[in-house]
């Protein structure tokens, strides 16, 4: 068992590419975990911080600038529906059933693939399987669905409420087929 708190993460030499900054949804039921990777077909898909920036003068004339917080969001598009992929499914279930409230708020991870865990005493590593990662709720917000002749439309955004919980994420790799499991930091607030 990997004690995250006792160790760090370093990100590997070189440019980060970012097919390593991953968004997983949480696909699992209560009793088991299923994290399934989000981005087939996106070409851009970024946290946008959406910053609370206020700006204000006194009467002398002196500026005083605060940013007091973010309400940071990620546009998911294009998405289309397709079977197998949950992700999709839901925003499909969603349409149809009209969903609202608790019921569109679901838990994601993002991974940063380019920083592996370090383990006591190693000042690098390029290739690993343990990887930093962060789990958050967000509530989903689908802003269209239908779309053109490319397939049925989902696009939505996800509004990132609550703490992050920091942790990691193992990837496995078997016969080609990845799989991920995110293990919360000790101690990290939820």
Request: glycine share 8%; aromatic share 8%.
């Amino acid at each position: 068992m990997i004690i995250i708190a006792d160790n760090e993460y370093a990100i590997k030499s070189g440019k980060a590419l970012r097919k390593h900054f991953a968004l997983l949804f949480e696909a699992g039921t209560d009793s088991a975990s299923n994290l399934e990777i989000i981005g087939k077909g996106i070409e851009d898909m970024s946290i946008a911080p959406n910053a609370n920036v206020e700006t204000t003068s006194d009467i002398l004339g002196n500026n005083e600038t605060i940013l007091d917080k973010y309400e940071k969001s990620t546009d998911v598009d294009p998405i289309y529906v397709e079977g197998g992929n949950k992700f999709s499914e839901f925003l499909d279930k969603v349409e149809e059933e009209e969903l609202t409230g608790d019921s569109v708020v679901k838990e994601f991870v993002w991974v940063k693939l380019y920083k592996p865990l370090l383990e006591k005493g190693e000042t690098t590593k390029e290739s690993d399987t343990v990887f930093k990662a962060w789990k958050q709720k967000a509530v989903v917000e689908l802003t269209n669905f239908g779309g053109d002749t490319k397939g049925v439309s989902a696009p939505c955004t996800l509004h990132w409420v609550g703490k992050r919980t920091h942790g990691s994420v193992t990837v496995t790799d078997v016969d080609g087929n990845k799989s991920y499991s995110f293990a919360a930091d000790p101690t990290s607030s939820t």
